[in-house]
Nanobody, 119 residues
Framework: QVQLVESGGGLVQAGGSLRLSCAASGTIFSIAAMNWYRQAPGKQRELVAAISSGGVTNYVDSMKGRFAISRDSAKNTVYLQMNSLKPEDTAVYYC?????????????WGQGTQVTVSS
């Protein structure tokens, strides 16, 4: 059973920083891209950043320069460093990845971690 578990969310003042982590566990043969999404109240879930298995990164334009995604393949973990946080960054942040666990590739989601930015 593969699981993605996020951590690192919390309450921070505008201008502050947070570092989110997402660790994949279970029987894992291979992990494709690892992604961070977020969903604010009343809004659709949106992609924040993605990192390929080879380390190529992509960001939504509004996050460029403030957020940085990275991964530690040895630990099956992806990180999201968030700097210069704004109240509009308040959302539940989700980790997502396609993982091969021996029975084929499947799409997995974490349970989410709340990030609240106060003004």
């Amino acid at each position: 059973q593969v699981q993605l578990v996020e951590s690192g969310g919390g309450l921070v003042q505008a201008g502050g920083s947070l570092r989110l982590s997402c660790a994949a566990s279970g029987t894992i043969f291979s992990i494709a891209a690892m992604n961070w999404y977020r969903q604010a109240p009343g809004k659709q879930r949106e992609l924040v950043a993605a990192i390929s298995s080879g380390g190529v990164t992509n960001y939504v334009d509004s996050m460029k320069g403030r957020f940085a995604i990275s991964r530690d393949s040895a630990k099956n973990t992806v990180y999201l460093q968030m700097n210069s946080l704004k109240p509009e960054d308040t959302a539940v942040y989700y980790c997502n990845s396609e993982i091969h666990s021996g029975s084929g590739w499947m799409d997995y989601w974490g349970q989410g971690t709340q990030v609240t930015v106060s003004s």
